[in-house]
């Protein structure tokens, strides 16, 4: 069973987190099932950017992200070469490690 490292974020997951996770589950539902509240502002049908993370390790271990993420990703507040959408990017056999970013393009978050 792959573990999902969620790096400290001061606001979502302050001391951070090892999930267990599922190959095939998304990053974002892993995270959801586990208590943090990554955004999600088109409740997880890659219309927006609010789900943006950052795969730090394993990055490769996930399946390439399809035309229609990587045009989201252009639009995403502090875009990396390892950016997904975590709504989007399936876990596969390896560890990965996540860094969910400070900022998000959703201006008006209901949860911060």
């Known amino acids: ?9 001061e606001v979502i997951c302050p001391k951070g987190a090892l999930i267990d996770a599922s190959e095939g589950e998304t990053i974002l539902n892993a995270a959801l099932s586990s208590g943090i509240s990554i955004e999600h502002a088109c409740e997880k049908s890659c219309a927006c950017t609010t789900c943006h993370v950052i795969v730090r390790e394993g990055f490769f ?3 390439e992200a399809e035309e229609n993420e990587e045009d989201y990703l252009d639009k995403a507040w502090g ?21 969910i970013p400070k900022y998000t393009i959703n201006m008006v978050s209901e949860d911060h």
Not at 1 to 9: E, N, S
Not at 81 to 92: D, F, M
């Open 61 to 63: 271990s996930i399946e």
């Open 79 to 99: 875009l990396e070469p390892e950016s997904r959408l975590s709504c989007q990017a399936k876990i596969a056999k390896d560890d990965l490690v996540i860094e």
């Open 1 to 9: 069973m792959p573990k999902l490292t969620i790096l400290p974020h």
